[in-house]
């Protein structure tokens, strides 16, 4: 079962119930006051669960010789009902070792016994009786919806009493409320429901009493009332009322009704004449009287108006949940047949959906038609150039609830065009399975013919806009279509820049224009081998994104030279010693994985870059293979003596260099075929994986990690990649 039929079945209950829930749970608060205030009044005796009926009845018959019935409320208030010496009639409190009276019982106090009826009957008799007690049964339903919700957020009982990640205030507190209070309020509303049930004689509750031979009856040995084993072993605690003989006529005795049952006593020889347990149903009655009102304990009733309290929080905040999820629904200018820019979103709660409203947002003030949908409503798009793809990852790392058809539906539903697509996963690192589902809807996408991934995948941890603006500058590189400015969620991201110094340029000496340039922070960073530079070679919006690596305290970058390219002919043209502006990106998914085992880095062409710094950095000398592809060996020669000093200093293990155009004519992906068994085994022992450069070789080489996962390790790759065993920054 999804937990989309538990949350709309715990909706609806909630929504058909809960104006009456408010009324139960306000009155409900009021009433857990009644046996506060009840238990602050003078007539409770302490240590009631020692005194004896032995010890206390030959007292109180002194003082009062004419008793006709002695009780014990729920409160442990013992109420003496008779005449006195002197023939006065007595209706009071007592004490029950000395008969002393503690007070006169007082009819329940109005204010108490208005909002008992508001609690019972909605001052409707019967009518209202029916709804208060349906109301209960609905709350019991919501309590088990409810329940099954946070077990499956939590993913799984165990987990139950776990952290749980805090998505907005009222999300929070909802399931942090709901997991305290659950016990009081399941117990409120199992016990408001049997009342009723009870109450409409829809459970049976037979009232008994005992019988008594009278023939039986003795008269010898008689017994002074202290030497009655049954007073001598009861306590005032375990009583509920005493019914006095009428006379002094054998045949008259004693009616002792105890918690659980009733029992006669002869009052000349104290032998039990007759006894009777009362029915099942007769105790549960006054178990849930003692549970659902906390008249016997002032504790209870306090939880038990936390409880009710926290329900009218419940029906706040999940009023509140419901509202920002709708406030995030789609609407859309133009149809799915226009469109070229397709926009699907996978959201439970709704936050993707505001990322997923801002890229809308942008292509439209772009001039483009976008058309925003969730991603169970993928169709056909006929005018469609570029699919983007924003989804969340729920429950197992699994879709959510928006998403779930979209498996079986790119499946079956091919676009007539080729389509760009790209993919950015939100998720949180709180979850093991990070961002799972989205790695997902990358492979399946990557698997359709019409479909050619643009940027690689992209992750953003916890909402993160400047993980999300990654992304957007990525994507608007490979488009040309601008994605500069998310004003919602980037306006807190506008950075200045910091200088740079440029220590070193190979230049373009080398075959297929490719170069080294160094630049020297002109201030201290905590840049890594990993994070991004962005340069802004026309001092305008257009930003350049190169990766980095860290030698020496200096940052490598490893360019290659396109004609009339915007960056690489910027960075080209730097000479030593000239200064640039740039802005330092963190780039935490791609930084060299501290407590891996193993850690096997591809790469082909420029893409060797982070890697270069990322194994200068490897002082631990974590075990480390490099696999390259360049196209020959003198493309190859910019990097080699750096990397053989690096194998010498134990912090580069193995070095595989493929070469498409000279030798064997390998790629990457053919090294990578060839140590299948290896890569499998890294994999297996928790080893991390690390790809960089160009999208096509990602394609190969995934698709080939693909097999290697499925045919040696029986999973797919994206439990690798969700568990961050595959890392990559390709484009
Ligand atoms: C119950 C629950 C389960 C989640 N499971 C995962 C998960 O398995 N992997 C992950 O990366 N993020 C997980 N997340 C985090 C969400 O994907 C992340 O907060 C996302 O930004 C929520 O987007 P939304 O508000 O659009 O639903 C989970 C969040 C919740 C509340």
């Known amino acids: 079962m999804t937990i989309s039929i538990w949350r709309y079945s715990h909706l609806a209950l909630a929504v058909s119930s809960f104006l009456l829930l408010a009324v139960a749970s306000i009155t409900g608060i009021l009433l857990a006051f009644e046996p506060v205030v009840l238990n602050a009044q003078p007539y409770k005796v302490d ?50 070792l000395t008969g002393e009276i503690l007070g006169k019982p007082q009819p329940q106090n109005e204010f108490f016994q208005w909002v008992t009826n508001l609690h019972r009957s909605l001052f409707l008799k019967e009518t209202g009786r029916f709804f208060i007690g349906l109301t209960a049964f609905l709350l019991l339903l919501i309590t088990i919806s409810g329940t099954i919700l946070i077990i499956q957020r939590q993913r799984g009982l165990k987990r139950f009493f776990t952290r749980i990640v805090k998505d907005s205030f009222a999300q929070y507190y909802h399931v942090v409320l709901g997991r305290l209070s659950l016990i009081p309020i399941f117990l409120l509303a199992v016990t408001g429901t049997f009342l009723s049930l009870e109450r409409f004689e829809l459970i049976k509750n037979e009232k008994v009493s005992t019988e008594v031979d009278f023939d039986a009856i003795k008269t010898t040995p008689a017994k002074a009332l202290p030497a009655f084993t049954l007073f001598q072993n009861t306590t005032f605690a375990q009583v509920e009322s005493i019914e006095f003989p009428f006379s002094e006529d054998p045949e008259d005795y004693y009616t002792v009704k105890l918690k659980d049952r009733e029992l006669a006593v002869n009052q000349i020889t104290g032998d039990i004449l007759g006894e009777v347990k009362y029915p099942t149903t007769q105790r549960l009655t006054t178990l849930s009287l003692d549970v659902h009102t906390g008249r016997t304990s002032i504790l209870w009733a306090i939880i038990l108006a936390v409880a009710s309290g926290n329900i009218l929080f ?39 959906n505001r990322f997923a409203q801002a890229v809308y947002q942008q292509l439209l003030k772009q001039g483009e038609q976008p058309f925003l949908a969730e991603l169970n409503h993928y169709t056909v798009y006929p005018k469609a150039e570029h ?46 399975d990070f961002c799972q589902y989205a790695f997902e809807v990358h492979q399946w996408l990557s698997h359709q013919s019409w479909a050619e991934p643009l940027v690689d995948i992209h992750t953003v941890n916890d909402r993160s806009p400047q993980e999300f603006a990654l992304w957007a500058e990525a994507w608007s590189q490979q488009s040309g279509v601008a994605m500069t400015v998310l004003p919602e ?81 910027f960075l080209h043209r ?104 290896f890569i499998a085994d890294t994999l297996a022992k928790g080893g991390v994986l690390m790809i960089c450069g160009s999208l096509s070789m990602q394609k190969d080489v995934t698709a080939l990690l693909e097999t290697i996962c499925q045919t040696k390790l029986n999973n797919p790759l994206s439990y690798y990649q969700s568990r961050s065993q595959l890392l990559t920054d390709c484009y």
């Open 47 to 96: 240590g009631i669960d020692q005194i004896t009926l032995a010890q206390s009845l030959p007292a109180l018959k002194k003082r009062y010789p004419d008793i006709t019935e002695l009780s014990v409320d729920a409160h442990q208030f013992v109420l003496l009902k008779g005449s006195d010496a002197d023939g006065e009639s007595v209706e009071a409190y007592i004490h029950p």
């Open 314 to 352: 419940f029906i706040y905040s999940g009023f509140a949940i419901t509202l920002k999820r709708r406030a995030n629904r789609v609407k859309n200018k133009y149809t799915a047949q226009e469109a070229r820019f397709i926009i699907l979103v996978g959201s439970e709660n709704g936050s993707t």
């Open 387 to 432: 699919l983007l793809i924003l989804t969340a990852t729920y429950g197992l790392g699994d879709a959510p609830s928006n998403a779930q058809k979209f498996a079986s539906l790119v499946e079956t539903v091919p676009q007539a065009q080729e389509v760009k697509f790209s993919v950015v996963g939100f998720g949180s690192h709180a979850y093991p």
């Open 489 to 569: 969620l980037m306006q807190a991201n506008r950075h200045r820049l910091d200088t740079f110094t440029v220590t070193a340029n190979s230049g373009s000496n080398h075959q297929e224009g490719t170069f080294l340039i160094r630049l020297k922070p002109a201030k201290r960073t905590n840049v890594t081998s990993g994070d991004l530079l962005a340069i802004y070679p026309e001092n305008d919006h257009r930003e350049r994104l190169y990766s980095l690596g860290v030698i020496d305290g200096e940052l490598q970058i490893s360019v290659r030279l396109h004609p009339n390219g915007l960056g690489s002919g």
């Open 574 to 677: 730097l000479t030593q010693g000239q200064t640039m502006q740039a802005r330092l990106l963190n780039n935490a998914h791609f930084h060299f994985p501290r407590k891996a085992p193993v850690v096997v880095m591809i790469a082909n062409g420029t893409g060797i870059g982070p890697f270069l710094g990322m194994v200068h950095q490897n002082s631990p000398k974590t075990a480390c293979h490099l696999y390259c592809g360049f196209r020959s060996q003198a493309s190859f020669s910019t990097y080699q003596d750096f990397l053989e000093e690096q194998q010498l200093a134990q912090k580069l293990t193995n070095l595989h260099v493929a070469f498409s155009r000279e030798g064997e004519k390998q790629y990457v992906s053919d090294l990578i075929d060839r140590d299948g068994d």
